[in-house]
Nanobody, 117 residues
Framework: QVQLVESGGGLVQPGGSLRLSCAAS????????MGWYRQAPGKQRELVAD???????NYADSVKGRFTISRDNAKNTVYLQMDSLTPEDTAVYYC???????????WGQGTQVTVSS
C-alpha cells in the first residue's frame, strides 16, 4: 500500500551538496523507522542513515558529520542533506520504511547521485 518516491538526485562536483527527498503516500509516523540506503555498481546495498522514534538517528561512519537525515511529518517527507560530497558517495540512493510490526519493508525506486568533476 505504501509508496515511496525519491527525488533530488543528480550530478554534482566534489565538495558540493545535494538534498534528497522521499515523499510517502501515507503517514511516515506510522512507520517504525525511515531511512536511506545506497548501492554503488558491483557493491551490496548499504545503510546510509535512518531515523526511529525511540533510538533517534543513526549514520554510517563514512557519512557522519556530512549527511543529515530529517523529516517533515506534516508533508510525509523524509530528507537527506548531503554536504561535502566525494566520488565515493556516487550510488543509487533508496528511501526505506519499516513497518511498526516489523513485517514489511518498503522501498523507493531509487535516485542516482553522481559526484564527479
Amino acid at each position: 500500500q505504501v509508496q515511496l518516491v525519491e527525488s533530488g538526485g543528480g550530478l554534482v562536483q566534489p565538495g558540493g551538496s545535494l538534498r534528497l527527498s522521499c515523499a510517502a503516500s501515507g503517514s511516515i509516523e506510522s512507520m517504525r523507522v525511515m531511512g536511506w540506503y545506497r548501492q554503488a555498481p558491483g557493491k551490496q546495498r548499504e545503510l546510509v542513515a535512518d531515523s526511529s522514534r525511540f533510538f533517534g538517528t543513526n549514520y554510517a561512519d563514512s557519512v557522519k558529520g556530512r549527511f543529515t537525515i530529517s523529516r517533515d511529518n506534516a508533508k510525509n517527507t523524509v530528507y537527506l542533506q548531503m554536504d561535502s560530497l566525494t566520488p565515493e558517495d556516487t550510488a543509487v540512493y533508496y528511501c526505506y520504511a519499516g513497518s511498526w510490526d516489523r513485517s514489511t519493508n518498503y522501498w523507493g525506486q531509487g535516485t542516482q547521485v553522481t559526484v564527479s568533476s
